[in-house]
């Protein structure tokens, strides 16, 4: 069973920072690594949206709204993705997921989705 993570979420104030990561993991034990990955948000009423993606090569691609904040990256092992944000706003406040395409060494790439940690920025 291939399942991915996330944590880092909490309460931070406008302007503020936050680190989420995203940790996946393979029950069989199999040696494994994410070819490609993204951070989707989803706030109260609203559609999930993608904030930050990054292919297996490594290019990165961001949704409009961030502007430079963010920063999506990962690990040399490629087994956990981060999403670094900056300059926090409250409309920045909402579950984030995370997407990613688990390759083991026993399988093809699976694509799973994370349980989601809540971001909330104060104001």
């Known amino acids: 069973q291939v399942q991915v993570v996330e944590s880092g979420g909490g309460l931070v104030q406008a302007g503020g920072s936050l680190k989420l990561s995203c940790e996946a993991s393979?029950?069989?034990?199999?040696?494994?690594?994410?070819?490609?990955a993204a951070w989707f948000r989803q706030a109260p009423g609203k559609q999930r949206e993608l904030v930050a993606r990054i292919g297996n090569g490594g290019l990165t691609n961001y949704g409009d709204f961030v502007k430079g904040r963010f920063t999506i990256s990962r690990n040399s092992a490629k087994t956990t993705v981060y999403l670094q944000m900056t300059s926090l706003k409250s409309e920045d406040s909402a579950v984030y997921y995370c997407n990613a395409d688990v390759q083991t060494a026993i399988h093809n790439p699976v694509n799973v989705w994370g349980q989601g940690t809540q971001v909330t920025v104060s104001s």
């Open positions: 393979v029950a069989s034990g199999s040696i494994f690594r994410i070819n490609g």
